[in-house]
């Protein structure tokens, strides 16, 4: 017990206080953006995804042939048990590479990680690169990780085969473990989770870290999402659903929309408090002024979107930011491509950013998941 107490006293003037040192910012504190990483389909980094969206391309492409058999799980007939009808998306390409000793995993653990987890590791050394940052600079700091993450088919891969799952199946498979690998690496004290509100669990991530951010919670956050389309399971699932295109093509705010692709990849970001990012020095590669979060309660159905909710959030989270909803150039919309979704989410923001524009110019919309997919988190 002794030797225990003597230890313990030892280590405990090693470690940043776990609790905020710093009086909260207050909940209008503007939130920097200070460092971004990404890798989407038919774009590697930041530079070849603008590049794409300057020239209009359209990423979307076969599933390959080394994730499952087109004909094997496709069907015209959304009613033919086990098939899909669709068998498009927006896919990346050398999944299978990984630098393991880099991020010290080794190989046999590596081969049982969810290359989701992997995706994240380099998202998040290249966002603090981005950031100017290196791994020492958060050894030990309250940095915080938020990661929305909502599938995981790599485990499909491995239930199907009992005698397959080692004492790595779990870790390399759990979805909090996506965000707390990568506190583990860089030694990050701040708060840690994986964050599942389906489509909308990225946004949601940074919502939570902007709140973690503000109280004083944490310093510095690490905040992504990520998606990987390993198995036709979700894709025959969503085909049943009905809400998949045939087609192969996502077409947001078009009378001819049919439903949505999938589409996988992910994207990190570096949160810092704006007065602290300036002090700091850092680059500043945009500002988030407020954010709103909540949900439809029971209205048109448990899958049906509500137009007069998804108005009364977009009036909260104007009002949060301090903006005039009519005074808004572009919004980046949700825009899956569905008929029913876009028509509900076309006007709502016709009600709130389409009201009092006197003087102010029209407000274009659009949407991403033309070119790349719906990554779902």
């Keep these: 017990v002794a030797a225990l107490a003597q230890y313990l006293g030892e280590k405990e003037s090693d470690l940043e206080p776990a609790v905020a040192d710093k009086a909260p910012l207050g909940q209008n504190e503007p939130i920097a953006v200070v460092g971004m990483a990404c890798r989407f389909p038919g774009a590697q980094d930041l530079d070849a995804f603008w590049e794409m969206l300057q020239s209009g391309v359209d990423a979307i492409g076969e599933v390959p ?23 498009w998306g927006g896919f990346l390409g050398d999944i299978d590479q990984f630098d ?15 290359p989701q987890q992997r995706l994240l590791l380099e998202l998040s050394y290249e966002a603090l690169d981005d950031a100017g940052k290196v791994r020492s600079d958060l050894d030990g700091s309250r940095t915080g990780v938020f990661v929305g993450i909502s599938i995981n088919e790599y485990s499909h891969l491995q239930v199907g085969n009992l005698h397959q799952i080692t004492s790595h199946s779990g870790t390399g498979n759990a979805l909090s473990i996506a965000a707390n690998r990568i506190s583990y690496f860089y030694n990050l004290r701040g708060p840690s989770l994986a964050v599942d509100t389906a489509c909308s669990s990225s946004l949601s991530a940074v919502h939570l870290a902007c709140q973690s951010l503000r109280s004083g919670e ?8 990520v998606n990987m389309i390993l198995s036709p399971a979700h894709s025959i699932a969503f085909s049943k659903a009905g809400v998949l295109a045939p087609d192969g093509r996502c077409k947001t705010f078009d009378a001819r929309a049919n439903g949505y692709v999938r589409g996988e990849g ?32 029971r209205t048109n159905g448990l899958m049906a979107p509500s137009q007069e909710s998804q108005e009364a959030l977009l009036k909260s989270a104007y009002q949060n930011a301090g903006i005039n909803a009519g005074s808004v150039h572009y919004v980046e919309a949700h825009g899956t491509g569905t008929l029913l979704g876009d028509s509900m989410e076309a006007k709502a923001l016709g009600a709130v950013v389409g009201k009092d524009r006197s003087g102010s110019p029209a407000c274009a919309i659009g949407s991403v998941k033309t070119n790349i997919g719906h990554l779902e988190a």
Excluded: N
């Excluded at 393991?100 to 969810?114: N, Q």
């Design 218 to 225: 944490c310093s510095t956050a690490l905040v992504g999402g």
């Design 266 to 297: 992910g994207g990190m970001v570096v949160l810092k408090p704006l007065s602290v990012a300036l002090q700091d020095g850092d680059p500043i590669r945009a500002v988030l002024l407020g954010s709103a979060m909540a949900q439809d309660g």
């Design 65 to 87: 042939a080394q994730r499952w058999g087109k004909a094997a799980f496709y069907h015209p007939d959304a009613a033919t048990p086990g098939k899909a009808v669709s068998y």
């Design 100 to 114: 393991a000793p880099f991020f010290g995993i080794s190989p046999k653990e590596a081969k049982y990680l969810d």
